[in-house]
């Protein structure tokens, strides 16, 4: 079997087309990437923001009404 410069050119063009695939491909993860920390960051903010207002809860006092015993 003997390999001819057409072979090894035709070969040289799937790899070359394979290579801009992957390079497309590697360009949508980082842009899915960035997208997915935006939505952590989001995420990790409304946690947080919850812990807070769970905090506030937990300090607010409820008022009482103190019974002196003057109810007439």
């Given amino acids: 079997m003997n ?3 057409e072979d090894i050119e035709k070969r040289k063009s799937v790899i ?3 290579i801009i695939t992957i390079k ?7 842009k899915k990437k960035q ?3 935006a939505l952590l960051n989001a995420l990790t903010g409304a946690y ?7 905090k506030q809860l ?6 009482m009404v103190s019974d002196d015993g003057n109810d007439k």
Avoid: A, H, M, W
């Fill in 48 to 54: 947080q923001q919850c812990d807070n207002f769970l």
């Fill in 58 to 63: 937990d300090n607010e006092k409820p008022e």
């Fill in 16 to 18: 070359q087309s394979d």
């Fill in 3 to 5: 390999i001819t410069r």
């Fill in 35 to 37: 997208e997915d920390t």
């Fill in 24 to 30: 497309e491909r590697l360009v949508g993860y980082d």
